[in-house]
């Protein structure tokens, strides 16, 4: 098994400019999350999936960001237009099932994201 | 506003001996506790959990312990290993909610 992959693994882009992170979920995973991480913050879910539907987005921050599910095997975190405090980790990961709590959540490797 | 709190952020403890890790919570909804590890440059691989109908879990060197009436668990690594020295995420979840709230995460130093 490949694991969750995410891409790129880092960016840097300038103030304005979009940006797009792109997630491939493990087969066979029904959810898929879209975490931050930040010093200040900690780590922070921003949106999750189930079966391609978003079900809670209320960690988004503000309209520039969007997420998008097209298919069980992708799917995109795109900000636009970027900021510097932007300038994060982003984790995406995957688990299967009905979410009992007890559903393992699988991370990918991060995006490393810094906007000059 | 954090529901689960990570203080002391950084702790270094010798090859051997045992690494306790704490955190807090504040949402009584919470039932299920999980601890992550994460290494530089990779992301957080599930370490352990515990179900609130439990006060321990166990597994080899790592167990963890609810104290539910404090809302307080806590990670024992006993003997902590090189390998060990990582982040370790505390997350807690209710049931029916899919959502985990994390807290900002502990670094561990285990020197040889």
């Known amino acids: 098994d490949a694991g969750v992959i995410q891409s790129p693994r880092h960016e840097v882009t300038e103030m304005g400019q979009e940006v797009t992170l792109r997630c491939k979920p493990i087969?066979?995973?029904?959810?898929l999350f879209w975490y931050r991480q930040t010093m200040m913050r900690g780590l922070e879910l921003l949106i999750y999936?189930?079966?391609?539907?978003?079900?809670?987005d209320s960690g988004m921050p503000e309209d520039r960001f969007s997420a998008k599910m097209p298919n069980a095997s992708f799917s995109t975190l795109k900000i636009q237009p970027s900021e510097p405090r932007d300038s994060a980790v982003y984790f995406c990961a995957s688990s299967r099932g009905e979410w009992t709590g007890e559903e393992t959540q699988y991370f990918g490797p991060g995006t490393r994201l810094l906007v000059l | 506003d954090q529901q689960v709190k990570q203080n002391s952020p950084s702790l270094s403890v010798q090859e051997g001996r045992i690494s306790i890790l704490n955190c807090d919570y504040t949402n009584s909804m919470f039932d299920y506790f999980l601890w992550y590890k994460k290494y530089p440059a990779e992301g957080p691989t599930f370490l352990i959990s515990?179900?609130?109908?439990?006060d321990k879990n166990e597994d080899g060197r790592f167990t963890v312990f609810l104290n539910k009436s404090a809302k307080h668990l806590s990670l024992h690594i006993v003997p902590s290993q090189p390998g060990d020295s990582a982040v370790y995420f505390c997350?807690?979840?209710?049931?029916?909610?899919?959502?985990?709230?994390f807290g900002k995460g502990n670094q561990v130093v285990v020197i040889p």
């Open positions: 997350a807690a979840s209710a049931r029916g909610n899919n959502r985990l709230a």
């Open positions: 515990i179900s609130s109908i439990k």
């Open positions: 087969s066979g995973h029904d959810y």
């Open positions: 999936f189930n079966n391609n539907v978003p079900i809670d």
